[in-house]
Each structure stands twice: as structure tokens, then as C-alpha cells.
């Protein structure tokens, strides 16, 4: 089953209409860097990590795998683990995936910019866990805790996010 992503802030999957928050930038079909964008195209949905202190392992048909305290993302385009995980500290720029403010609870991997990394065209696309008030992403597409655990406990192999442009 695909995830159905509308450029208003409202995503389908299967019957079920939920809100989302997606990028501060709008939705972009030439994602760069740091633009706060979030990118427009069908992403395959990777793998889940999640936190394992915040609860137990969600239900899922995705490759699972808890973060530690250590787990960064490299967002800096002149490193060569560009747009991949890495263990912090790192020595170039990267998010800590390791969050206190829950968005990061569960992280789904999207398939975006990954095969193979283009440097400056985007990184740590993610499915994650949006803010209470659906602040706009830096370019991720976040849902409801609940909903996301819907989706994730639907989720398998060969589901998608599909992000439509404006």
C-alpha cells in the first residue's frame, strides 16, 4: 500500500485521510539542500528505526532497527557519507536522530537521493512523528504518532510515499 501525500498538508492511506506536516519550503519537484523543502516523487519506504525507550518495537512489515544516543544523519554535501547514517560525534555536519522532542520516536527512510547520493540535491528525508501543531518539517513528511503506527503496521516490502507537486 502507498502513502498518498497531498502538497495541502493531508495524506491518504488506503481509505484513511490524515493531516501531515511537510516542508517549511513547500513541495518541490528540484529539492536542494537546506531549501526546507520537501521533495515531490514516489520514495520507497526503506526501513523503521525507532527509539526503544519510548516504547516497544512498533508493528511492522519494514526492517526494524533501534537508534542509540550516538546515531547522527550527515547533511553536509562535501562529506563523503553524504546523506547516510553516521555515529556522532562526526566530524562534518550532521543531524542527531537521538531527539528529546519526540519527532524522531520513529523515523521512517525514505528512498530519496540514495541510489546514489547526488551531493547538495537533499538529505534525511523521513516519515516521522509530527509536532503536536504540525509545524512545517525542514522537508520530511510527518503524521500523528497514532497514524503513523497505522501506517507503519500496514507497511511492507514494496510501500511507497507518494508526494504529489502543488
Known amino acids: 500500500?502507498?502513502?498518498?501525500?497531498?502538497?495541502?498538508?493531508?495524506?491518504?492511506?488506503?481509505?484513511?485521510?490524515?493531516?501531515?506536516?511537510?516542508?517549511?519550503?513547500?513541495?518541490?519537484?528540484?529539492?536542494r539542500e537546506g531549501d526546507g523543502a520537501t521533495p515531490?516523487?514516489?520514495?520507497?519506504?526503506?526501513?523503521?528505526?525507532?527509539?526503544?525507550?519510548?516504547?516497544?518495537?512498533?508493528?511492522t512489515?519494514?526492517?526494524t532497527a533501534p537508534?542509540?544516543?550516538?546515531?547522527?544523519w550527515c547533511d553536509d554535501?562535501?562529506?563523503a557519507a553524504y546523506n547516510q547514517p553516521v555515529k556522532l560525534p562526526y566530524p562534518a555536519r550532521a543531524e542527531h536522530l537521538w531527539r528529546t522532542d519526540r519527532l524522531y520516536d520513529l523515523i521512517v527512510v525514505?528512498?530519496?537521493?540514495?541510489?546514489?547520493?547526488?551531493?547538495?540535491?537533499?538529505?534525511?528525508?523521513?516519515?516521522?512523528?509530527?509536532a503536536i501543531d504540525y509545524?512545517?518539517?525542514e522537508g520530511c513528511v510527518a503524521l500523528a504518532p497514532e497514524d503513523l503506527r497505522r501506517v507503519l503496521a500496514e507497511a511492507?516490502?514494496?510501500?511507497?510515499?507518494i508526494i504529489a507537486s502543488s
Not at 516523487?41 to 508493528?59: E, H, I, N, Q, S
Open 1 to 31: 500500500m502507498d502513502l498518498m501525500v497531498e502538497p495541502a498538508g493531508w495524506a491518504c492511506w488506503g481509505a484513511r485521510r490524515m493531516r501531515c506536516a511537510l516542508g517549511k519550503g513547500g513541495v518541490r519537484t528540484a529539492k
Open 61 to 63: 512489515g519494514l526492517p
Open 40 to 59: 515531490a516523487g514516489t520514495l520507497a519506504m526503506r526501513r523503521l528505526l525507532y527509539r526503544p525507550d519510548r516504547g516497544a518495537v512498533p508493528k
Open 135 to 137: 509545524t512545517p518539517t
Open 67 to 72: 537508534i542509540t544516543r550516538d546515531d547522527g
Open 156 to 161: 511492507g516490502a514494496t510501500s511507497r510515499v
Open 77 to 79: 554535501p562535501a562529506d
Open 110 to 130: 525514505l528512498g530519496y537521493n540514495d541510489q546514489p547520493v547526488v551531493a547538495g540535491a537533499g538529505s534525511a528525508i523521513f516519515l516521522h512523528v509530527a
